[in-house]
């Protein structure tokens, strides 16, 4: 096997197993730009962190359907300076043994299979404690904001809003606020499919949410954080999942 460095393979077949790109149906790229299967690359990266085919250290956090950052930037206009991709992360199947993780006093529900791709959060002239306090007390938890695919844009660039009128999906149940889940699995439930480099995904905002801010919901079957006021709640990354 050989390839150049930064040479991208994604035209062929994956490296180690030959599989060609029309059979494998969860393929991943590197940062390096080279793509294997989901599955290869998982395996290898178990033994060492470097690429099989180049050699620069990688890990499998870093590691995204092929197209999907390029594409996302394309398709919403991303700005210099809006993303942060050292934050960028491929949270991977659910792993069997499970760590319980509190975020600002709550509990974190990873979104497992998803890939976020992360704000620039250090644009934001405030102190860095609602994301990284190493007390509690002045942590924001995480939340979800799940989404029409035509409101994506928006939110991406204007942040969230309490929606009015014909905009309001969540009926009148709850109240009017911003709505966010602390479980992606109901935020989804919100979100409609969006096409990025050829292929559909979910979108859903991970989000923090300022502490005491919220009013809890149990809506049909799911928790919900209803929110009042636009600056309680922070978008911190999109997440996404092919749909
Ligand atoms: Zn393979
Ligand atoms: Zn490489």
């Known amino acids: 096997m050989s390839a150049s460095v930064g040479r991208s393979n994604v035209d062929e077949e994956c490296p180690v197993c030959f599989t060609s790109w029309d059979e494998c149906s969860d393929?991943?790229?590197?940062?390096?730009?080279?793509?294997?299967?989901?599955?290869?690359?998982?395996?290898?990266?178990?033994?060492?962190?470097?690429?099989?085919?180049?050699?620069?250290?990688?890990?499998?956090?870093?590691?995204?359907?092929?197209?999907?950052?390029?594409?996302?930037?394309?398709?919403?206009?991303v700005e210099e300076g809006q993303l942060n991709e050292q934050f960028n992360y491929n949270y991977g199947p659910k792993p069997s043994k499970r760590q319980l993780i509190t975020k600002g006093k709550r509990i974190f529900h990873p979104p497992y299979e998803w890939y976020k791709i992360a704000y620039n959060c250090l644009n934001l002239d405030v102190d860095m404690n609602w994301l990284s306090a190493p007390d509690m007390d002045n942590q924001w938890p995480i939340a979800y904001h799940g989404t029409l695919n035509r409101y994506v844009s928006s939110i991406f660039h204007e942040g969230l809003r309490v929606r009015t009128g014909d905009e309001v999906v969540h009926g009148q149940a709850c109240g009017q606020g911003i709505y966010c889940a602390p479980r992606i699995q109901d935020a989804?439930?919100?979100?409609?499919?969006?096409?990025?480099?050829?292929?559909?995904?979910?979108?859903?905002?991970?989000?923090?949410?300022?502490?005491?801010?919220?009013?809890?919901?149990?809506?049909?079957?799911?928790?919900?954080w209803v929110i009042t006021n636009k600056e309680d709640v922070r978008i911190t990354g999109v997440l996404l999942k092919p749909a």
């Open 27 to 77: 393929s991943l790229q590197t940062p390096c730009k080279h793509t294997f299967c989901g599955r290869c690359i998982r395996r290898l990266l178990q033994d060492r962190n470097t690429c099989p085919l180049c050699r620069n250290p990688i890990d499998i956090e870093h590691c995204y359907p092929p197209g999907l950052l390029d594409g996302f930037k394309e398709k919403f206009d």
């Open 188 to 224: 989804c439930k919100y979100s409609t499919p969006t096409k990025i480099a050829g292929k559909k995904y979910n979108v859903v905002f991970l989000v923090r949410v300022r502490p005491g801010s919220y009013t809890m919901w149990d809506c049909m079957n799911m928790q919900m």
